[in-house]
């Protein structure tokens, strides 16, 4: 939990209270996405005390199943920042509330695992 609170401090701007750059966004959200594949990992290799709330994934996923799902998450977060418009245009969503959006999910998800006991496997 000391993790997630000092990267979520160092992803605001030290000078100002205003939201961080999209490139501060992304990388923040790729960072939780690397702790949160780290603890689903660690869930898999022991799922008599771990079951995942992930409905991709299943209860039980193999590591082979954990290591495909993160890896297309990341880089479908990564092509999701490289396109997505500045502002939004009708249904589309604009790109710094996708990310907002993903850093507070991700934000959630790594912080309940550390509340349950969950560490990282790499």
Not at 19 to 28: D, G, M, S, V
Not at 105 to 122: C, E, H, P, R, T
């Amino acid at each position: 939990m000391k993790l997630l609170i000092l990267l979520c401090l160092l992803s605001f701007p030290v000078h100002s209270w205003e939201l961080p750059k999209n490139e501060t966004l992304i990388l923040t959200s790729q960072t939780l996405m690397l702790l949160d594949w780290g603890q689903t990992r660690y869930a898999a290799k022991h799922p008599e005390r771990f079951k995942e709330g992930n409905v991709f994934l299943g209860d039980h996923p193999s590591l082979g199943d954990v290591n495909r799902y993160f890896t297309g998450l990341m880089i479908g977060n990564y092509l999701m920042y490289k396109f997505l418009p500045e502002k939004s245009n009708g249904w589309i969503p604009a790109k710094r509330n996708y990310l907002i959006a993903m850093n507070i999910g991700q934000g959630l998800a790594v912080g309940w695992n550390f509340s349950i006991g969950v560490k990282l496997s790499y």
